[in-house]
T-cell receptor, first 114, second 115 residues
Framework: QKEVEQNSGPLSVPEGAIASLNCTYS??????FFWYRQYSGKSPELIMF????GDKEDGRFTAQLNKASQYVSLLIRDSQPSDSATYLC??????????????FGRGTQLTVWP | GAVVSQHPSRVICKSGTSVKIECRSL??????MFWYRQFPKKSLMLMAT?????????EQGVEKDKFLINHASLTLSTLTVTSAHPEDSSFYIC???????????FGPGTRLTVT
């Protein structure tokens, strides 16, 4: 069983600030990590994935992975009110019966206020 | 990103009837599809994993005779809720994974209300 921990928040930041979302995972052998955004009443949307240690940038989003510390984070620069959502961290099962299955954290609720 | 559709987006049915939900990958071949349910303000709960051409693998506590899953092609999986009851009312979401990637893409979800 893979455990994925997230601070449930709520995290509240002003418009234009950097929002920092954190996630830790229990299985040291995990290789693939994902961030999903879920608006209220909607399904999750994949916004970032990262497989290697270090940073990966895509527009205003940066995912950071530190496998030694079993830590993955998501930074949102220049936060906008439209970024207000629940952010889900997920780790993928990579062997046997868990192959391909996503293990989700409970999600961090982010509010960006104007 | 890849596109996954679900149909219907909303359905209301009477207790005791069956409802079929379709999940389609529109621009890629999905060897594996996953079915989730989500109650309001709760986490996603994986119900089953469906591989094309084989029987679905159900999570503990999910009744396979009640939630029938068929994955007959690389672009279509269906979930049938049989003999639905009000407690089956929920948001059902599918996701799909391609042949050579780890990324999973979610459909828009189906909101089921059983009266």
């Amino acid at each position: 069983q893979k455990e994925v921990e997230q601070n449930s928040g709520p995290l509240s930041v002003p418009e234009g600030a950097i929002a920092s979302l954190n996630c830790t995972y229990s299985d040291r052998g995990s290789q693939s990590f994902f961030w999903y955004r879920q608006y209220s009443g909607k399904s999750p949307e994949l916004i970032m994935f990262i497989y290697s240690n270090g940073d990966k940038e895509d527009g205003r989003f940066t995912a950071q992975l530190n496998k030694a510390s079993q830590y993955v984070s998501l930074l949102i620069r220049d936060s906008q009110p439209s970024d207000s959502a629940t952010y889900l961290c997920a780790v993928i099962g990579d062997r046997g019966s868990t192959l391909g299955r996503l293990y989700f954290g409970r999600g961090t609720q982010l509010t960006v206020w104007p | 990103g890849a596109v996954v559709s679900q149909h219907p987006s909303r359905v209301i049915c009477k207790s005791g009837t069956s409802v079929k939900i379709e999940c389609r990958s529109l621009d890629f071949q999905a060897t594996t599809m996953f079915w989730y349910r989500q109650f309001p303000k709760k986490s996603l709960m994986l119900m089953a994993t469906s591989n094309e051409g084989s029987k679905a693998t159900y999570e503990q506590g999910v009744e396979k005779d009640k939630f029938l899953i068929n994955h007959a092609s690389l672009t279509l999986s269906t979930l049938t809720v049989t003999s639905a009851h009000p407690e089956d009312s929920s948001f059902y979401i599918c996701s799909a994974k391609g042949v050579s990637s780890y990324e999973q893409y979610f459909g828009p979800g189906t909101r089921l209300t059983v009266t």
